[in-house]
């Protein structure tokens, strides 16, 4: 059983900031990249921005700047420091990961419930 666990988000004012975590629990051999979606009113779900186990990281456009995802010490959790926060990045957040369970031969995508990030004008 593998869990993604996400916390952080909130309301916030236009120009402010949040901080989201996620971390990975369970029986997991290894833990590859690891993700933040989100999916906004209507709109479908988009990738915000991605990191690999070996940091590498990649941004969508709308974010380049403003967001900073990192892992932590232990890498089974991620980060995502979201700065300068506008309207526009309203949406539900979910934290991803690529992993492979110990009782599995190949990596497949996990998800997390998903947090509510809402940034009011």
């Known amino acids: 059983q593998v869990q993604l666990v996400e916390s952080g988000g909130g309301l916030v004012q236009a120009g402010g900031s949040l901080r989201l975590s996620c971390a990975a629990s369970?029986?997991?051999?290894?833990?590859?990249?690891m993700g933040w979606y989100r999916q906004g009113p209507g709109k479908q779900r988009e990738l915000v921005a991605s990191i690999t186990s070996g940091g590498s990281t990649n941004y969508a456009d709308s974010v380049k700047g403003r967001f900073t995802i990192s892992r932590g010490i232990g890498k089974n959790t991620v980060y995502l420091q979201m700065n300068s926060l506008k309207p526009e990045d309203t949406a539900v957040y979910y934290c991803n990961a690529d992993l492979r369970r110990a009782t599995s031969l190949r990596a497949e995508d996990y998800w997390g419930q998903g947090t509510q990030v809402t940034v009011s004008s």
């Open positions: 369970g029986s997991i051999f290894r833990l590859n990249a």
